[in-house]
């Protein structure tokens, strides 16, 4: 794990030994890693070569507001799905012009949030989506703006559950009504066509499934100029896998080299949207074991505080 060590017997992080973080603070206690969270970030920031890049953070992989704004301060944006996080992402003095609202749920109320913060884009994901942002756009007097999440087809991540660019998958539209969505922006004069986005999955370990995703975005892309649209980027999403044992991963230079060679001489920004290959062993549960109680140990920490272990032998 980055940054985190032993050294003659006992855990440190960075340069700080996990004993002394117990004695001040308490357990259970979550410690991260700053180092490790700038250095994962900039494997995306400076990846960039041929094109205009943006790395907004997917704020659900890790929302503390502290650690935040040290990917603020690594020139990060955020990729949320709520107005809490759209709150915190703000609280962390985001650039309202690097956030990206995701997620198939946004309420009108939510959606009010983001306009009135001038953020970036919406992600919309649904044609019942698309109208309820333009009514509230249109009570606002003000004009929303509007990527619209396609669907490639594109069988891909770690875990039958964390698969999202299927045609059944509920995320997403297919491309043909990302065509008429896409028309219907362009005929209002509450919504503004800026992008287009699709997020294939979670923890993909191989180029093959991102490639194909991208081709299939230039193609609609080509397709959504021919109604007259002018779009600022194109929105990959995240997903990129990471080691929890002995897996083999891409690394974000790759990705990001693959993306730029399929996208070549395009005009448009590319954003990525990392969220676990940027925090996943930047921090650690601090607990004390309290009683020993035949082949089990009892911690001061439980489920509540780290869940996904739990359930680690039905997924990945």
Do not use: W
Not at 4 to 11: M, P, R
Not at 56 to 72: E, Q
Not at 87 to 103: C, E, M, N, V, Y
């Amino acid at each position: 794990m980055d940054h985190f060590n032993y050294q003659q017997d006992l855990l440190f992080a960075e340069e700080v030994p996990l004993s002394k973080i117990a004695e001040q603070y308490g357990t259970p206690s979550y410690v991260y890693s700053r180092a490790t969270l700038e250095r994962h970030a900039k494997a995306y920031t400076e990846s960039f070569n041929s094109m205009d890049g943006l790395v907004c953070f997917s704020v659900k992989a890790l929302s503390n507001v502290a650690i935040l704004k040290v990917l603020k301060q690594c020139g990060c944006g955020f990729d949320i799905v709520s107005g809490g996080e759209l709150h915190r992402a703000l609280l962390a003095g985001a650039d309202p012009q690097k956030i990206i609202f995701s997620g198939v749920g946004k309420s009108k109320a939510e959606m009010a949030a983001g306009i009135k913060s001038n953020i970036l884009s919406f992600n919309v994901e649904s044609k019942s989506e698309l109208m309820a942002l333009e009514e509230v756009a249109k009570e606002m007097n003000a004009v929303a703006p509007v990527a619209i999440r396609f669907n490639p087809g594109v069988d891909a991540g770690g875990h039958e559950f964390t698969k999202t660019g299927r045609k059944s998958d509920k995320f997403g539209v297919s491309i043909d009504e990302t065509m008429l969505l896409t028309a219907k922006c362009i005929q209002s004069k509450s919504l503004n066509i800026v992008g287009l986005t699709c997020h294939i999955g979670s923890q993909i370990s191989e180029l093959e499934k991102f490639s194909e995703a991208a081709t299939q975005s230039l193609k609609l892309l080509l397709e959504v100029e021919k109604l007259g649209a002018e779009l600022n980027f194109i929105d990959m999403g995240g997903g990129l896998g990471v080691t929890y044992v002995d897996e083999k991963t891409v690394q974000p230079y790759e990705l990001i080299k693959c993306y730029e060679e399929i996208f070549r001489n395009r005009p448009e920004r590319l954003i990525v949207e990392p969220g676990r290959s940027i925090s996943a062993n930047a921090g650690i549960l601090l607990t004390k074991v309290e009683y020993k109680k035949n082949d089990f140990l009892i911690t001061d920490a439980a489920m509540n505080d780290l869940l996904r272990p739990s359930f680690v032998s039905g997924s990945t």
